[in-house]
């Protein structure tokens, strides 16, 4: 007779493919093509996008940029212009794959509601129910930066799963938090942060980070934070499956994202788009740093990160928000209620973000343009969502106009405006 325990992973496998998601009684195209006047925008004005993203490469502001726009679930404009790697002269193709980074964040947030919508957990649970490691933790007082000592002093509550889903919790983000107290912790701890090639997996990751002080007690700042990392670790436990096997599953496969994946197939690895910065006047491969640039690509492809780790392109990024704009249903497949989206897309954090984003919100899975956002022109309608990734890819989607953008770039060590005129572009072409 087997034992429970190695009948128990089993269960919450058998449980996560049983309860996956299900049919719908609404029944939406998946995302298809149509001319963009069939869908209220003119192609003549739209037409002058082509300009915008052209005059940037040839400006030399970006190497290459792929961009789609989506309206009422139909595809109006769908283009590439520049280079994928301009060491290999290769131009971009517009189903190349891009790093997507914190992009992946939103992603991560819907699969911990799917979990929830199955009764798994409730979003104020503290985490230490599921990740023991994090039961009595600490806010940071004081740091000595000559020895990396420090004091702490108890939190007044727990980390729960809504805070880790709103960057309340007060975890850090190591080499690219703003605290340089919290660098050189994560640092000395051994945190990865965003992406590895070596044999690193997210839980003993995640049981590192819990035994670290936070920045604040938990719920009273937003301080952006591995909080989707956590949380993917915390999807292992309640499906019992590999958090990559969990999206591929659960959400790639039945949407069609056949495109998306923390590490690339290698029959796909020769679309994925260079990491380039400006040198010279030139664009060259921008070097490795904290993270090997290869990672999607080599190395262990151990470690699933839920806040950074995926690459996509922007059709297969497009699908997954269509599934939100239609209120948690594509092709007949229900992957949330329509409420669950509702709440998601509600202001979870109040009033802490303030100061230079008080023109937005934050949700359970997205940053939300509010009205004084939304009055100031160009950015959407109010309720619109959005967010961006640190290798310069964006996206947004309009709740109310059912317009989706993404616009997909490949850079560091240099800035540009495409996110703003993308947007500028899309939403003048409107002609209803």
Do not use: C
Not at 101 to 109: C, E, F, G, V, W
Not at 409 to 431: A, E, G, H, P, V
């Amino acid at each position: 007779m087997k034992s429970p325990l190695l009948v128990l992973p089993f269960l919450f496998i058998g449980l996560a493919q049983a309860t996956a998601q299900t049919k719908s009684i609404k029944n939406s195209p998946a995302l298809g093509d149509a001319t963009p006047e069939t869908v209220g925008i003119s192609s003549e004005r739209l037409s002058r996008m082509d300009g915008v993203l052209q005059n940037a490469v040839m400006q030399g502001t970006v190497p290459g940029v792929a961009a789609i726009v989506v309206r009422n679930g139909k595809i109006v404009y769908h283009k590439a212009f520049g280079m994928a790697d301009n060491e290999s002269n290769r131009p971009l193709k517009r189903d190349d794959i891009f790093r997507i980074a914190s992009m992946t964040k939103a992603i991560t947030s819907t699969a911990v509601m799917m979990l929830w919508e199955e009764g798994k957990f409730q979003l104020d649970d503290p985490i230490s129910k599921y990740i023991p490691e994090f039961k009595n933790q600490t806010v940071l007082k004081n740091f000595k930066f000559l020895d990396s000592t420090y004091t702490t002093e108890p939190v007044k509550s727990e980390i729960t799963i809504r805070h880790l889903l709103t960057h309340t919790s007060g975890l850090g983000y190591g080499v690219i938090d703003g605290d340089e107290r919290f660098k050189a912790m994560y640092h000395k701890a051994g945190i990865v942060d965003l992406f590895t090639t070596q044999p690193v997996k997210i839980s003993d990751n995640i049981k590192k980070l819990a035994k670290l002080p936070l920045h604040h007690h938990p719920g009273e700042k937003y301080v952006y934070s591995e909080g989707l990392d956590v949380l993917g670790y915390f999807i292992e436990i309640i499906s019992g499956m590999p958090f990559d096997e969990f999206l591929r599953k659960r959400l790639f496969d039945p949407l069609g994202m056949n495109d998306t994946y923390f590490y690339l197939p290698e029959a796909k690895a020769t679309r994925l788009v260079a990491i380039q910065k400006p040198q010279n006047g030139q664009w060259v491969r921008y070097p490795n740093t904290f993270y090997d640039t290869e990672y999607p690509v080599k190395g262990a492809k151990a470690f699933f990160s839920g806040g950074a780790g995926l690459s996509s392109t922007a059709k297969d990024y497009a699908t997954f928000l269509l599934m939100y704009l239609n209120g948690g249903e594509v092709n007949g497949k229900r992957f949330l209620s329509r409420k669950t989206i509702e709440t998601i897309l509600s202001n979870q954090v109040g009033e802490l973000l303030g100061g230079d984003k008080a023109n937005s919100s934050y949700g359970l899975a997205f940053g939300l343009l509010n009205k004084a956002g939304a009055e100031k022109g160009a950015k959407g309608s109010e309720g619109t969502f959005e967010w961006g990734g640190y290798f310069n890819t964006n996206y947004f989607a309009d709740p109310k106009e059912k317009i989706i953008g993404v616009i997909m770039k490949q850079t560091q060590s240099s800035s540009d405006n495409l996110n703003n005129l993308f947007r500028q572009m899309i939403y003048q072409s409107i002609d209803d």
